[in-house]
């Protein structure tokens, strides 16, 4: 009995020597996968521009990935580069906060804003990274509707 593997070798070679002469594959649109949207879910509500709470969430978990990169050290280098980061995502919070009409959710982006802003003027940025960092989003969970 011969082996698979033996058997997929010959047409491997048949295949690829008939594409390389020209010949075409069709393939069916139904067998080709839905392809994967990292577009931000839409979360809208009465005084809630539809991405925001989905861009505030995304701020945040772009913010951490920095963070990752400056957290292993203790120089001069990393605690700056924490520093920009958190001040980076505050602005990037703030800008979102200013079209936002509802009440309850500019509180949290502004009290999210408030904390990483301290952070990154604060004395020991990495403190922060692994202690209030690891719950600023929590500000924003009774704010925001489910998407």
Do not use: W
Not at 11 to 18: F, H, Q
Not at 30 to 43: C, I, M, N, Y
Not at 73 to 88: I, K, M, P, V, W
């Amino acid at each position: 009995m011969p082996q698979p593997r033996l058997a997929a070798v010959p047409l491997a070679l048949v295949a690829t020597a008939a594409l390389a002469a020209g010949c075409s594959i069709d393939i069916s649109p139904e067998s080709v996968p839905v392809p994967f949207s990292v577009a931000p879910t839409p979360s809208g509500s009465a005084g809630v521009p539809k991405y925001v709470c989905t861009a505030a969430y995304k701020i945040l978990t772009d913010g951490a990935v920095r963070l990752a990169g400056y957290v292993r050290g203790d120089g001069e280098h990393n605690r700056q580069g924490l520093r920009d980061t958190f001040a980076g995502m505050a602005a990037k919070l703030d800008a979102e906060a200013a079209g936002v009409t509802d009440p309850a959710l500019k509180e949290a982006l502004g009290a999210m804003s408030a904390d990483l802003t301290a952070a990154a003027q604060g004395p020991d940025p990495k403190a922060y990274a692994n202690g209030g960092f690891q719950t600023v989003g929590q500000k924003l969970d009774s704010a925001c509707p489910s998407a």
